[in-house]
């Protein structure tokens, strides 16, 4: 890889947003710019960097996917209102799971994630608002993970060999991929970000589609919808750096007032980690789990089972998909 990685102990949080506030600046000139907001902490700082540096020259949008957490599209633009950032959000879930349907591989379906943000849906918006520039919160562990061939994150393209602008009509501008989570978390707080969107567990660009093992339906991202917020509720004060749900495809056996039902399987990861170089399940105590798999089965209709992963990364990887 030819990006360097300014680390955690090297950051210095007010150059660095002072020199790429400039460096967005100069590259788009008097133009203006459109900017990928997810609500997680890497696309959250972009988007205040980027609207410091290019003020109402830079249209914020929040994409739809059918495959974010509960109410996360609404509450996403809410938090960055009372930040004065105005965020328009853009409804793009017949996109998605169209490019979804029939799609099992974990490969293919981050590539089908691609194409659906890349091609169809930001090529779009560049052509409605004249804009030759992207923003978006790419990071360097993205970066190393495609390069290193471990899995393909959706939002890698120059590193890979593709020109976004030869291929979709836009540059697209990265400035944080020399930095790890917890180097952009710390420059989240020093840019005035609420603390619960700079230190909220982070959340994979593919979104749930990460997050379902086989394909993608409108009815499993619910399945699995329904199952991260009993997770995330369970385990917001545990101080781990990443909790989830992960739906399998096969159904299995389970028993329910006396009969057979045969039902999902919901698997939950909690990770320590730093970066997501590496990382270790957390410890959880007996008493949450089994909260957990009582929640999830009762309240998610047709889960029958619980698992909880114990397989650190590497081998495991945080992600699933």
């Excluded at 660009?205 to 619910?222: C, H």
Aim: charged fraction near 30%; hydrophobic fraction near 35%; charge should be negative.
């Amino acid at each position: 890889m030819d990006v360097k990685e300014i680390t955690l102990e090297e950051l210095d949080t007010e150059k660095f947003i002072a020199e790429k506030v400039r460096e967005i600046s100069s590259v788009v000139d008097d133009g203006v710019a459109i900017n990928a907001l997810s609500g997680g902490v890497d696309s959250a700082v972009v988007t205040m960097l980027a609207h410091r540096a290019l003020g109402d020259r830079v249209k914020t949008y929040f994409v739809d996917s059918g495959l974010m957490r509960e109410k996360e599209p609404e509450d996403i633009v809410s938090v960055f209102k009372d930040l004065g950032v105005p965020v328009e959000l853009i409804n793009a879930q017949e996109t998605f799971f169209g490019a979804l349907k029939g799609q099992t591989d974990p490969e293919d379906k981050r590539q089908a994630i691609t194409r659906s943000f890349y091609r169809d849906v930001f090529a779009q918006l560049v052509r409605e608002t004249g804009a030759k520039h992207l923003l978006q919160g790419t990071n360097y562990t993205d970066i190393e993970e495609t390069v290193a061939g471990i899995k393909r994150q959706h939002n890698i393209l120059e590193q890979l060999g593709i020109n976004p602008e030869e291929a979709y009509g836009y540059r697209v501008i990265e400035p944080l991929i020399q930095l790890r989570k917890s180097s952009i978390r710390k420059l989240g707080k020093a840019l005035g970000l609420p603390e619960e969107t700079y230190s909220r567990p982070p959340f994979p660009g593919p979104a749930l589609a990460a997050r379902v093992i086989g394909e993608v339906t409108p009815e499993r991202a619910r399945l699995v919808r329904s199952a991260t917020t009993i997770v995330e509720e369970e385990l917001s004060q545990s101080g781990a750096f990443q909790y989830l749900a992960i739906l399998h495809e096969d159904k299995v056996t389970g028993i329910r007032d006396g009969r057979r039902d045969y039902g999902f399987q919901i698997e939950v990861r909690c990770w320590e980690s730093t970066d997501a170089k590496i990382g270790s399940p957390t410890r959880l105590p007996y008493e949450v789990l089994d909260r957990l798999a009582n929640r999830i089965t009762t309240e998610v209709p047709g889960v029958v089972s619980v698992t909880y992963n114990i397989t650190r990364k590497p081998p495991s990887t945080i992600e699933a998909v």
